[in-house]
Each structure stands twice: as C-alpha cells, then as structure tokens.
C-alpha cells in the first residue's frame, strides 16, 4: 500500500475514524475517572490496613525473640547442669537442682509464648479477610447504565476488568474474549 494523499474532511470514512477515535479519547478520560476513584475510595482503608497490619507483625516478631530467647535460656540451663555433673563438680546438687528446674520452667514458659504467635498469626490474618470485606461496594456510571461492583477488592477489580472488557468490546466491535 502507498499513501497518495490525504482523505478529505467530508469523507465518509474519515469521518467515521474521527468519531471512533473521539469515543475512544472519551472512554479512556470516563474509565480514567472511575480508576481515580476506586483508589480514592480504597486509599484510607488500605491504609489503615497496613498499619494495623505492621503493628501485629512487629508484635508478633517480639513475641517470637522473647519466646526463643526463654527456650535458648532455658536449654542452656539444663545444659549447665548436665555439664557440672559430668565434669564432677563437688558440692554443686542443690545448684544442679536449681539451673535443672529452673531450665525446665524457662523452656516451658518459651514453649508456651511461642504459642501465642499464632494469636498474633491469627489476627494478621483476619486483618486481611477484615479489609477484604470492607471494601465498599463501587457504583459506577458508564453510557447511561449504573453498575455495582461489590465484594472484596479483588472480586470487585475482577468485575471491573469485565466491565472494562465489555466496554471496550462495543466500542471496538471487537470480540470480547469472555464471550
């Protein structure tokens, strides 16, 4: 193909590019919008999400030293205590006695904090099944026509990404690949 010249202005096919080409500008600034305000309707959510998030993972990983740090303790106790009675030191039963239980004690109570990750796991996690479901539902407004993306934010970008779909497909003529 070689270009000879340009169309003129009335013509019908060039006429009919210019108003395709304008429905297309108009429907990228429209989804545009609706973008914007997805984010600006998630913005303080996701936010709030993400603090609360960090405060029960830096909880958690507290929890988790001081819970390593007693078992560690605890271990090198009973350690200690095997450790005077192989090498034969005299007079140290009752120092035995005490770095044993005393060890035991250290270990159990580091087993037991160990168990309160998982409260602070458990928390990390409901977090996000919290923020899942409290994204709000989206109402938007395309030609004419209202749709409400509902569900958790991801459902809600999956119907979203449909709509677009759609959209575009009309616009187009082209063959959504959904159908």
Do not use: C
Not at 107 to 133: N, P, R, V, Y
Request: glycine share 6%.
């Amino acid at each position: 193909y070689e270009i000879v010249r340009l169309p003129a202005h009335d013509d019908p096919m060039y006429r009919r590019i210019q108003a395709i080409r304008t429905r297309d500008f108009l429907l990228i600034d429209v989804l545009s919008d609706h973008v914007d305000n997805f984010y600006r309707e998630m913005e303080v959510p996701y936010e709030q999400w993400r603090e609360a998030r960090a405060e029960e993972a830096i909880a958690m990983r507290a929890v988790e030293r001081e819970a390593n740090s007693r078992k560690l303790l605890g271990v090198a106790a009973i350690a200690g205590a095997i450790g005077l009675e192989i090498l034969g030191v005299k007079n140290t039963g009752t120092l035995e006695t005490v770095m044993v239980v005393g060890g035991a004690y250290a270990l159990k109570s580091g087993i037991d904090m160990a168990a309160q990750t998982k409260i602070h796991s458990d928390a990390i996690e409901e977090l996000g099944d919290s923020f899942a479901s409290e994204t709000k539902p989206l109402v938007v407004e395309v030609e004419g026509e209202t749709h409400e993306l509902t569900g958790s934010a991801e459902t809600q970008y999956t119907k979203w990404r449909e709509l677009l779909r759609q959209i575009y497909a009309s616009e187009t003529g082209a063959i959504s690949s959904a159908n």
